[in-house]
Every structure is written in C-alpha cells, then in structure tokens.
C-alpha cells in the first residue's frame, strides 16, 4: 500500500494499485499450473493476510495441508476443490473453509480465469506435500481420484 494511503484502488481486471503479481511458489517446490498471488493485506495489526490468487484456465494450486485455517472467497470464475475428503464445484462468491491438517487443492475450469481471496494467520507454518502413500489413499475414494487425475 503506498505510504499515507488507506485506499488502494483497482488497476484493470484483478489487480490493485501498488500490488505485484507474484509467482505462486518457487519453481519446482510443488506441482502447480498457471497460477500467481498477490498479497492484498499484510499489516501487523490485523494478525492476518489477505491474498488473492488467480490461475488461468486448466491451471491448479498445490495439493497440501498445514497446520494453520485457510477462509476462501470465490472471486471470479469456478473450478473446482477439493477439502478434506469433499470435492465440490465452485464459483463467485462462493465460501470454502479449510480445517488444520486438511488436504486441498483449487482447480480451475477450462474455459476460464479462477480467482478466489484467501485468508491466513500472518504466522503459518510451511505446507505439508503428500506422500506416495498418502496419494494412494487419497486416489482410493473415487471422486478424489478422478479430480486429482483432473
């Protein structure tokens, strides 16, 4: 946010004033597709941060788990999640909480962009990968198989 200023206006489709896209993570660190964030809210006395992520058509966040809650808005477009052992379709405004310790991962529609706002603690620890075996029962339920085969 620039210095002296409250208010942060949009530039264009799904950015803001002084707010840099970023890559998503470092390349290599975890599977993902066409996917960036941008930090929206980063201030000590909020206790939080607000970002929002936009993955382009087919694109996919990283299947992982953390200790810390993660709240989601819907933002623009639809795809789908998976959280926990639920797999659902998702589209503007809808909400998605997600637990400590649970799954998830964000999959965007073919046809369009899929935009969500993401609520997190300022401190949060580092995602948790599956393992070959966690995979393996994952993929087990039928429904995860086939999104994450997506």
């Given at each position: 946010m620039r210095e002296g200023s409250n208010i942060?206006?949009?530039?264009?489709?799904?950015?803001?004033?002084?707010?840099?896209?970023?890559?998503?993570?470092e390349e290599g660190s975890a599977p993902f597709k066409a996917i960036t964030r941008q930090v929206l809210f980063d201030r000590p006395e909020l206790g939080c941060e607000l970002r929002y992520f936009e993955m382009q058509p087919g694109g996919h966040s990283t299947l992982e788990r953390h200790e810390h809650v993660h709240a989601v808005m819907i933002f623009r477009g639809g795809g789908t999640c998976l959280v926990g052992a639920e797999v659902r379709g998702v589209a503007a405004p809808d909400l998605v909480f997600i637990p400590p310790l649970t799954w998830h991962q964000f999959r965007a529609s073919a046809d369009e962009p899929f935009g969500f706002l993401c609520m997190v603690n300022t401190e949060r620890d580092k995602p948790q990968l599956p393992s070959e075996d966690e995979l393996r029962r994952l993929r087990q339920d039928p429904a995860i198989g086939a999104f994450l085969d997506g």
């Amino acid at each position: 946010m620039r210095e002296g200023s409250n208010i942060r206006k949009a530039e264009g489709s799904f950015h803001w004033e002084g707010v840099e896209p970023l890559s998503y993570k470092e390349e290599g660190s975890a599977p993902f597709k066409a996917i960036t964030r941008q930090v929206l809210f980063d201030r000590p006395e909020l206790g939080c941060e607000l970002r929002y992520f936009e993955m382009q058509p087919g694109g996919h966040s990283t299947l992982e788990r953390h200790e810390h809650v993660h709240a989601v808005m819907i933002f623009r477009g639809g795809g789908t999640c998976l959280v926990g052992a639920e797999v659902r379709g998702v589209a503007a405004p809808d909400l998605v909480f997600i637990p400590p310790l649970t799954w998830h991962q964000f999959r965007a529609s073919a046809d369009e962009p899929f935009g969500f706002l993401c609520m997190v603690n300022t401190e949060r620890d580092k995602p948790q990968l599956p393992s070959e075996d966690e995979l393996r029962r994952l993929r087990q339920d039928p429904a995860i198989g086939a999104f994450l085969d997506g």
